[in-house]
């Protein structure tokens, strides 16, 4: 089983769209939770932190289940901007590398 | 924001050759690098982690002697892909972390490698 779990997609949704992220993960130990986007063929940067009470950035809401072991990610009236691959990245106590999902690929659509 | 610059961007080799990619934190100091490669449609996976002073900590099925890693500096670390084969083409990158461990990791902009 893979330590973080995403579904691959494609997500094609039209622009205005709310459109939702679910990844898991599989070490109760993971300490720290991010979302990152990955455009093609780009390095991958930090969208947001994920925290236990939840946390919202403009369009962006991410939340953590720590009991499910479960992140999501929703981002509320899509642009086309918003078009690119979604990573669930997790770390854990004591390893400050990344764990990387696969990736959720979001194609928006004018 | 801290910037990590990664050199060069895309590099094409014969197979046999070796090949270095250079990671460079340029406004922050980093005693900890990290080195991943992602092949297409697939997550970044971590290859090693670079320790200033130190010998690299590679991950399980990664081979050392293959892909070595220095870290001379605080601020400088390199990877070379040693006698490279076509399918160690990948796209290699590199991240650099400040502080704690809930710090945002900075990544370089990746090196995309073939090896003919």
């Known amino acids: 089983r893979k330590e973080v779990e995403q579904d691959p997609g494609p997500f094609n949704v039209p622009e205005g769209a709310t459109v939702a992220f679910n990844c898991t993960y599989s070490n109760s130990a993971s300490q720290s939770f991010f979302w990152y986007r990955q455009d093609c063929r780009k390095e991958p940067k930090l969208l947001m932190s994920v925290y236990s009470s939840g946390n919202e950035d403009g369009r962006f809401t991410a939340q953590l289940n720590r009991a499910s072991q479960y992140i999501s990610l929703l981002i509320r009236d899509s642009k086309l901007s918003d078009s690119a691959t979604y990573l669930c990245?997790?770390?854990?106590?004591?390893?400050?590398?990344?764990?990387f999902g696969s990736g959720t690929r979001l194609q928006v659509q004018p | 924001g801290a910037v990590v610059s990664q050199h060069p961007s895309r590099v094409i080799c014969k197979s046999g050759t070796s090949v270095k990619i250079e990671c460079r934190s340029l406004d922050f100091q980093a005693t900890t690098m990290f080195w991943y490669r992602q092949f297409p449609k697939q997550s970044l996976m971590l290859m090693a982690t670079?320790?200033?002073?130190?010998?690299?900590?590679?991950e399980q099925g990664v081979e050392k002697d293959k892909f070595l890693i220095n870290h001379a500096s605080l601020t400088l670390s390199t990877l070379t892909v040693t006698s490279a084969h076509p399918e160690d083409s990948s796209f290699y990158i590199c991240s650099a972390m400040t502080g704690n461990m809930n710090t945002e990791a900075f990544f370089g902009q990746g090196t995309r490698l073939t090896v003919v």
């Open positions: 670079s320790n200033e002073g130190s010998k690299a900590t590679y």
């Open positions: 990245v997790v770390t854990d106590t004591g390893r400050r590398a990344l764990t």
